[in-house]
């Protein structure tokens, strides 16, 4: 607990140093839009303080949090979505899934936590969508419902199995990861805003540059190497290796819901930048990151 107070401590003192930095930046260079490094710095502090829920009082209490998040954040993914009144009991389907998918979590029945979604909500899910419901719109609605699912509860979820298949370690590794995770979107925007030249896709995203995928990658990685004696029990091999993986996942993560964004809201470019600020894009980073980061320390970690 002592050790855990510790770096509790110094993440809130790193963490107020750079809030400082970025309002400093933000009124010294007001010609440059800050707007989505600021929406990361608030997704620190949230993490932060469901990590010091689940360090003083107990995992449930992050575990009811990130189901809370994950809802919202499906729910403003299908508020993207053009939808029928026969999509509304198809919804409703989806959204039930999430209580069930965090008691598997809760049980810690592992077996089922990792095929409900992508197996037997996949095969049920269109039921309540063809019972006297038609087939126009049958493909499209189905398919974006189970994309939400995976994205936004499955990918989501993973994050609150860490405490639960490793108490020891569980929360210091879900710091890790989101510390890395935002830091990488950070430095990759950034530096796109400073001297970014190569727009990757500048259709969908036009903030994720070449240059700032490779200053990301650089940073992340480094960060890996510097925090993870505090935060972790790996090898400074893995810890490099996380980084790296982290980092590219992350930029996947983020590119995927920005083309995905991009092609549900066609037409709509003012919805497109409100949604900017919204929980989705705070976290678009993370539904690619949290299972590939948790299988990959699951497959060579016993303690997992």
Known sequence: MESSILTLILIFSVLSVIQLLYYVMSKTQPNIDYTDVGFRIKTWWGMLVIFCLATFLNPVVSLLSLMVLTFFTLKEYFS????????RRLFLWAYLTIPVQFYWIYIEWYGMF???????????LPLPRLINKGTVGFMRSVSSTQWGLMLMVFGLSHLAYFQFASPQYGAGLVLFLVVLTQLNDVAHTIASLYFGRRRIVPTSNPNLTWEGFACAFLATTGCAYLIYPYLTPLSPTFALLSGMLISLSGFFGSLTVSVLKRDLLIGDDGRFDALKKSYLSRVDSLTYTSPIFFHFIRYFYEFM
Not at 80 to 87: F, H, L, S, V
Not at 114 to 124: C, D, N, R, S
């Open 80 to 87: 993207m979505i053009k939808t029928r009144k026969a999509d």
């Open 114 to 124: 990792i095929v409900f979604i992508p197996i037997y909500v996949f095969l049920v």
